[in-house]
């Protein structure tokens, strides 16, 4: 019994300074990506994503580039935070 190659669709809104990375991904694998326009903040942009089971690994690696920079992104917050109130 052959395994079926579904065709899923995401939307992801990216970090506008983790734009580059989340591109070479994007050119590397093939993936079929089109820009949607902004998210409501204005610091992201948002994309839209059509990937099949064979491309689930690269769309994974594309999540985690952007918690990454949302986690470093929070961690500055926060420091900057400290510092005023020094």
């Known amino acids: ?3 079926k190659n579904e065709t ?3 939307e992801l809104n990216v970090p506008q300074e983790a734009m580059t990375d ?3 991904i994007i050119e590397e694998n093939e993936l079929e990506a089109t820009i949607l326009g ?3 903040d204005e610091e992201t942009i ?3 994503f059509d990937y099949d089971s064979k491309q689930r ?3 994974m690696e594309i999540l985690e ?3 990454d920079y949302n986690s470093d992104d ?3 917050e926060e420091n900057e935070e400290e510092e005023t109130e020094d």
């Open 1 to 3: 019994m052959g395994t």
């Open 8 to 10: 899923r669709y995401m």
């Open 22 to 24: 989340v591109a070479e």
């Open 38 to 40: 902004t998210g409501e």
């Open 46 to 48: 948002c994309i839209g």
């Open 57 to 59: 690994e690269n769309i």
């Open 65 to 67: 580039l952007i918690e």
């Open 74 to 76: 929070e961690a500055q």
